[in-house]
């Protein structure tokens, strides 16, 4: 099992239009997608990336064919409208971490 972390930060002027994208499209066509989502964080003050999302895979391999899907790719291209600096990783679970 592996977790998908997914970050950007949101365009200025576009919050909401992207609230609207995330919560309407975004989200639920990640877990479509095959993504069971976990964590979804908002930083308000400090550093590093506005939105945090993530969710568990059954492997890397299966989140390297969501990462490379055309399903995956017309999303970000959605995405891209509305955010800057999207990265994502595919990392190993920590001991004691528990898919929810």
């Known amino acids: 099992m592996v977790k998908l972390v997914l970050a950007w930060d949101i365009q200025k002027g576009k919050a909401e239009e992207y609230v609207e994208f995330a919560l309407g499209e975004l ?41 490379s899907s055309d399903a995956f790719l017309e999303l970000k291209d959605r995405l891209l409208q509305y955010a800057t600096d999207v990265t994502w990783r595919i990392t190993t679970p920590n001991p004691g971490d528990l898919p929810f």
């Open 27 to 67: 989200l639920p066509s990640l877990g479509q997608l095959g993504l069971n989502l976990s964590d979804a964080w908002y930083t308000w003050v400090g550093a590093g990336p506005q939105i945090i999302v993530a969710g568990w895979m059954p492997s890397a391999a299966d989140a390297q064919r969501l990462l």
